[in-house]
């Protein structure tokens, strides 16, 4: 096994014991800040005027970001399919989603989609799940061969934090701190959805201010503290994630988180819009 597998594989093995650890703690910030929902439905915004009948909703997580997009579908009958990696996540969003009529849920691998799909989509959503994704190549990939013609990859990107002046909020706080804000550079991403044939991709960005409260809950997380402080047990990153707040909005006023949206559509959907012309 080369360095880079080895590297990947542990990677992956790490985000899935953190993202089992984070179920309770992802509730919680959502239910304070609604950050996954409001991503969510800006996603779906941004893909007008398609409107998926089936749609591919990718790293599912606790279910946050698939009820979001059947609420906003509302009306729509959509069938949404969802998968994530974590058992702990998926038993969550079952329970939350268990009302609703055309949703399933499948535990699997995000980087092996054709594994475990055969059917076409409308529409594939990231919803903050492809930074974590070291193989998130062959994953847009197998994604794209999933789509039917003029469909559409819609994928929010967790940018980071920054001042006003729109420099990185943590480097300019902390600079010996090291902080990976997950496995995949924007660039990299952008190239890679750029690359996929007979596609057009744009970008939007989003950000806003966020208080020391919202720091503290997003960044004590378990899957989000690991960033901050990889080599320290969950329980003890605590008071470590606590502190660092404290000092970030101290040295750094104000703080704006920022996400992209990356949106690729097919040589379908295209062609039909040049025939509406």
């Not at 399933?104 to 409308?122: K, P, Q, T, V």
């Not at 496995?183 to 960005?205: K, M, N, Q």
Request: aromatic residues 12%; negative net charge.
């Amino acid at each position: 096994m080369d360095v880079a597998r080895d590297f990947d594989n542990r990677f992956k093995t790490a985000v899935e014991k953190n993202f089992d650890q984070s179920a309770d703690a992802y509730d919680r910030f959502e239910e304070r800040h609604h950050l996954f929902e409001t991503l969510t439905r800006r996603q779906l915004e941004l893909i007008e005027p398609s409107s998926p009948e089936r749609i591919l909703d990718v790293g599912c997580g606790t279910g946050i970001s698939t009820l979001a997009l059947h609420q906003a579908m509302a009306g729509r009958s959509p069938n949404i399919y969802a998968i994530d990696i974590s058992e702990r996540m998926l038993l969550r969003a079952r329970e939350r989603c268990k009302a609703l009529k055309g949703v399933y849920f499948f535990r699997g691998d995000a980087e092996n989609l054709s594994s475990c799909f055969n059917e076409s989509f409308d529409a594939i959503f990231y919803t903050a799940s492809i930074f974590l994704l070291p193989g998130f190549a062959e994953s847009l990939r197998q994604a794209s061969h999933l789509l039917v013609p003029g469909g559409v990859l819609s994928i929010s990107y967790y940018a980071g934090l920054f001042d006003e002046n729109g420099d990185d909020a943590i480097r300019k706080a902390f600079p010996e701190q090291k902080y990976q804000y997950g496995a995949v550079p924007i660039g990299e991403l952008v190239s890679c959805l750029e690359s996929l044939p007979e596609t057009r991709t744009t970008r939007v960005d989003f950000r806003f201010e966020v208080s020391r409260d919202f720091l503290f809950d997003f960044l004590s997380i378990p899957a989000q503290s690991a960033g901050l402080f990889p080599k320290f047990p969950y329980l003890e990153r605590i008071p470590k994630v606590r502190e660092f707040c404290d000092l970030l909005v101290k040295r750094v006023d104000p703080v704006f988180m920022g996400w992209e949206f990356l949106i690729t559509r097919t040589r379908g959907f295209l062609s039909s819009c040049l025939n509406l012309t």
